[in-house]
């Protein structure tokens, strides 16, 4: 199939309000055995995914109405996952180079989070190719439990903690119609990418025009 275009909420003009009305629909649920047009969707997640320096995309940031996302299979090192989330924020310096995570991958079908530790945190730098030039410091929990299903209809039940923990309720936040901008009560701190006061101001104006559309 093809690399396709992420859905992105804004652009350097300001914001997309028919992306962020895309992004804010909740995706339909794949049905088994998979049909050729879902078939299709997945192709197009692991075209983008080895394209594109990133940890995960769901399927709705590429255009497609599934719950399905591809992300990162692992990540132990601190560092490393530091790294994608800083490429994340900045994709569009990076648009000609490849992924170095792409063979570090999992399908993720109808993705759900079954058990949460109330009392297990994790705050840390968060990205989103969707939400270009702009990092935040999220609140996400750190231990949970999750189910999903493999490509050939296989369930997968496990715990998940630290950088994948935080990367799989990013992206299923994504497949319900939730960009990580919504979570205000979560977020304490926002950094734009650009190192210019200029275009920092910029940014602040088009998130405060987010905000305003979402009604926040």
């Given at each position: 199939m093809?690399?396709?275009?992420?859905?992105?909420?804004?652009?350097?003009?300001?914001?997309?309000?028919?992306?962020?009305?895309?992004?804010?629909?909740?995706?339909?649920?794949?049905?088994?055995?998979?049909?050729?047009?879902?078939?299709?969707?997945?192709?197009?997640?692991?075209?983008?995914?080895?394209?594109?320096?990133?940890?995960?995309?769901?399927?709705?940031?590429?255009?497609?109405?599934?719950?399905?996302?591809?992300?990162?299979?692992?990540c132990d090192d601190v560092e490393q996952g530091k790294?994608?989330?800083?490429m994340e924020s900045e994709a569009d310096k990076y648009e000609k180079t490849e992924n170095e995570f792409s063979h570090n991958r999992e399908i993720y079908i109808n993705p759900k989070i079954y058990k949460t530790k109330q009392d297990s945190t994790q705050e840390d730098t968060e990205g989103c190719l969707s939400v270009p030039n702009l990092t935040v410091e999220m609140l996400r929990f750190d231990k949970i439990k999750v189910r999903y299903r493999t490509?050939?209809?296989?369930?997968?039940?496990?715990?998940?903690?630290?950088?994948?923990?935080?990367?799989?309720?990013?992206?299923?936040?994504?497949?319900?119609?939730?960009?990580?901008?919504n979570l205000m009560n979560q977020i304490s701190n926002y950094s734009p990418a650009y190192n210019n006061p200029a275009k920092n101001r910029e940014m602040k104006r088009i998130l405060d025009d987010y905000y305003k559309y979402i009604g926040r």
């Open positions: 093809a690399v396709r275009n992420i859905v992105k909420i804004w652009n350097e003009d300001g914001i997309i309000k028919e992306n962020i009305d895309f992004l804010h629909k909740k995706t339909r649920p794949v049905s088994f055995p998979l049909k050729s047009d879902v078939e299709n969707v997945i192709t197009d997640l692991i075209d983008s995914y080895k394209a594109i320096p990133c940890a995960g995309i769901a399927a709705n940031q590429i255009g497609y109405d599934y719950s399905i996302f591809i992300g990162m299979k692992n790294q994608v989330e800083r490509v050939n209809g296989g369930v997968i039940k496990k715990p998940l903690k630290g950088f994948i923990s935080k990367l799989f309720q990013h992206e299923l936040d994504h497949l319900n119609g939730i960009v990580m901008l």
